[in-house]
Nanobody, 120 residues
Framework: QVQLVESGGGLVQAGGSLRLSCAAS????????SGWFRHAPGKERELVAS????????NYADSVKGRFTISRDNAKNTVYLQMNSLKPEDTAVYYC?????????????WGQGTQVTVSS
């Protein structure tokens, strides 16, 4: 198991920005990919963005394309989610997750989440 610790959430006004960080601590496990999910009350959990650690290839939900940027720092074993032009509908608990396997697309390790609230 990998410990994932998210930080950077908070309350911002619409149009504002936040940067989320996810630090992974493990002596034995490395991820093939990491992702940011969000879960808003009454809605299904959705994958917001993902990044492959080796290639750096990224993927984004349509709702955040052009506004959010996922990145990783290999030396720090940390994944970031830069969120710009935030909208009230972005309000959710954001979770980082790690995918260990090359195939399947499942995520194996999860952080506890950080709250992002965007006011109008």
């Amino acid at each position: 198991q990998v410990q994932l610790v998210e930080s950077g959430g908070g309350l911002v006004q619409a149009g504002g920005s936040l940067r989320l960080s996810c630090a992974a601590s493990s002596r034995t496990v490395s991820f093939y990919a990491s992702g940011w999910f969000r879960h808003a009350p009454g809605k299904e959990r959705e994958l917001v963005a993902s990044i492959k650690w080796i290639s750096g290839n990224t993927n984004y939900a349509d709702s955040v394309k052009g506004r959010f940027t996922i990145s990783r720092d290999n030396a720090k074993n940390t994944v970031y989610l830069q969120m710009n032009s935030l909208k009230p509908e972005d309000t959710a608990v954001y979770y980082c997750a790690g995918r260990r396997g090359v195939v399947g697309g499942q995520y194996d390790d999860w952080g506890q989440g950080t709250q992002v609230t965007v006011s109008s």
